[in-house]
């Protein structure tokens, strides 16, 4: 399998960019921002992009979205509670001082335990609410893989300060979704270095 990340935009979120090596379809996570160069990785691995994953509706993860949506033609995926936080985007750009970027269209929801596949590599959306109420990380078994949005970093966890955050419930999500995972799992964060899901069991000091 393919996998690019490419921190994107001002905050510098983890966008990821996977391919499959016999169909060439690929899935885009987290398209915050920097489109261009999420679209030269796509073309240099001759790649179709078959579906955006929103990890949760925070402008830095999904304010480019829009504008890879009508590059590629692919549908945009995204938990349906945070769709409240999409729609207060002019609000989240206000938070950064940046103009407010093109309104996202979402064409399906990203349930828990729904699946989305590129040849024969599967990704299982769980649903890890408490940053947002709509975060979701994606874990790809067959890749000992788990892209954590912003619910599990190296040395800490998402904040819960902002509207829809709840402290409680992403230690919840995190301690009965993540955490079972393999402990050899390779934890892709939101921001910043990976980590593995045993190493945040035994020394992330939020947990
Ligand atoms: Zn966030």
């Not at 979120?13 to 016999?22: I, P």
């Not at 691995?45 to 999904?62: N, Q």
């Not at 989305?116 to 947002?132: R, W």
């Amino acid at each position: 399998m393919i996998h690019e990340i490419i921190p994107v935009g001002m905050l510098q979120c983890n966008c990821s960019v996977f391919g499959d090596e016999q169909t060439r379809e690929a899935i885009v996570v987290d398209p915050g921002d920097d489109i261009a160069r999420v679209l030269d990785v796509v073309q240099r691995h001759g790649l179709k992009v078959k579906a955006i994953v929103i990890t949760h509706a925070h402008i830095d993860h999904i304010g480019g979205a829009q504008k890879l949506k009508l590059a590629t033609g692919a549908p945009v995926y995204m938990n349906q509670n945070d769709i409240e936080l999409q729609r207060m985007m002019d609000v989240q750009a206000g938070w950064l001082g940046t103009r407010t970027p093109e309104a996202v269209e979402i064409d399906s929801d990203a349930k828990d335990a729904s699946v989305l596949a590129i040849g024969a590599t599967d990704f299982h959306v769980l649903h890890t609410p408490g940053h947002t109420q709509g975060s979701i990380s994606l874990w790809i078994p067959s890749e000992g893989k788990l892209v954590a949005g912003d619910t599990l970093f190296f040395d800490s966890i998402g904040r819960t300060d902002l509207p829809g955050g709840d402290g409680r419930q992403i230690l919840q999500s995190i301690h009965e979704k993540l955490l079972p995972l393999p402990e050899e799992t390779v934890v892709i964060p939101g921001h910043g270095p990976n980590t593995t899901i045993g190493r945040e069991k035994q020394l992330n000091p939020f947990l």
